[in-house]
T-cell receptor, first 112, second 119 residues
């Protein structure tokens, strides 16, 4: 059962423009959401997170938005840079963090 | 600070053979996780240890998969016998705290993974 879905397998944007990656979830018990970034032949690295008590969290060029009523979150990267080219995974967990579920990932390509 | 170490990085075996993967977490991290990532999918948690005890192994196929974490540090994941559908990247991750330690200490750090191909 796919409780976390990333419906866009790939996204291509021009350098300097905004990248928007989307994620939907079905489990209303999820209360903590994370984005991980993965380069080839490396493990995922933590990028940014958001708790369900917030609707926005910002860290430099990265902003995550959470819409609890729609069970939807998005990651905005502004401005996009070629070094941002990677696979981005959305993940969600319930309060006790025992069972973090990942989406299938979106491959972002930022063109110079 | 050294990251999570995994070996081997790549492994090719035939079906019905056995294979073992090794993970060394970040020093001082109490919690260790093993994930399976099949091509085109996100990582799926197989088992979670806190120190040397199992916290969650509900998604571990126990008829063929086993894992242990001796002395609460290194861990090994074994598959015996392997099937074609076990072909995947096996990721190990570690975090500082346990279930009740709060979000910041539960941030998971991943190793580079072991890519397993079963022929």
């Amino acid at each position: 059962d796919q409780q976390v879905k990333q419906n866009s397998p790939s996204l291509s944007v021009q350098e300097g423009r905004i990248s928007i990656l989307n994620c939907d979830y079905t489990n209303s018990m999820f209360d903590y959401f994370l984005w991980y970034k993965k380069y080839p032949a490396e493990g995922p690295t933590f990028l940014i997170s958001i708790s369900s008590i917030k609707d926005k969290n910002e860290d430099g060029r990265f902003t995550v938005f959470l819409n609890k009523s729609a069970k939807h979150l998005s990651l905005h990267i502004v401005p996009s840079q070629p070094g941002d080219s990677a696979v981005y995974f959305c993940a969600a967990s319930p309060y006790n963090n025992n069972d973090m579920r990942f989406g299938a990932g979106t491959r972002l390509t930022v063109k110079p | 600070e050294a990251g999570v170490a995994q070996s081997p990085r790549y492994k090719i075996i035939e079906k019905r053979q056995s294979v073992a993967f090794w993970c060394n977490p970040i020093s001082g991290h109490a919690t260790l996780y093993w994930y399976q990532q099949i091509l085109g999918q996100g990582p799926k948690l197989l088992i979670q240890f806190q120190n040397n005890g199992v916290v969650d192994d509900s998604q571990l196929p126990k008829d063929r998969f086993s894992a242990e974490r001796l002395k609460g540090v290194d861990s090994t994941l074994k598959i015996q016998p392997a099937k074609l559908e076990d072909s995947a990247v096996y990721l190990c991750a570690s975090s500082l705290g346990g279930v009740s330690s709060g979000r910041a200490v539960n941030q998971q750090f991943f190793g580079p993974g072991t890519r397993l191909t079963v022929l």
